[in-house]
């Protein structure tokens, strides 16, 4: 995937949000969400950093697709735009069990990064929202290659959390940006 050339036109909605903005990245698996938000906190213009936090650390376990949505809206996304103390929860995938808060703040930008970013009631709550996607084949190739056997075991059940997503979501139609990785 050429990074630099997806970034250009985030960097352009960015730049059109103003100052600390909360910038969405959705799209199905192994398309190269992560990639494109750590290429983006790395060259952010300006001297604020932004804050990264990743959908994977939230999902409570493979089935938790719809309770890491409405995490984010509760825990984060709302706190922060009206002002209030925002912070996620991290899930231990290896003890199966919620674990430590952490906490951000509004002072800095903010990108957040995984499927379920764009549900319909993040809308209202982010300022650059961002649809990346890939060919299908590229996309599982990259994400076993990523996640090795655990994820294997799990594909089916996660694609069938996230067509269902798609369904009640249409989170593509939510973007102010969207973007096609290859390989």
């Known amino acids: 995937m050429r990074v630099t050339t997806l970034l250009a036109p985030v960097f352009q909605a960015v730049a059109a949000a103003g100052p600390n903005p909360v910038v969405l990245i959705d799209g199905p698996s192994g398309a190269g ?20 936090v990743r959908m994977d650390d939230i999902y409570p376990g493979w089935d938790g697709l719809d309770a890491a ?27 199966n069990q919620r674990a430590e808060w952490h906490p951000l703040t509004k002072e800095r930008p903010l990108v957040v990064e995984g499927c379920g970013t764009l549900a319909a009631a993040h809308e209202p709550l982010s300022d650059v929202r961002v649809w990346l996607t ?30 269902a997503y798609l369904t009640q979501e249409a989170p593509e139609r939510r973007a102010t940006v969207r973007l096609r990785a290859g390989r």
Do not use: C, M, N
């Open 33 to 52: 969400k992560s990639t494109l938000a750590d290429a983006l906190v790395a060259e952010w213009p300006g001297s604020q950093t932004p804050q990264l």
């Open 69 to 95: 949505i409405d995490h984010l809206r509760r825990y984060l996304l709302e706190p922060r735009r009206t002002g209030r103390p925002a912070a996620w929860q991290r899930y231990d995938w290896s003890a």
């Open 134 to 163: 890939a060919d299908d084949d590229l996309r599982k190739q990259r994400a076993l290659d990523r996640d090795g056997e655990a994820f294997r075991t799990h594909w089916d059940q996660w694609q069938d959390e996230w067509t």
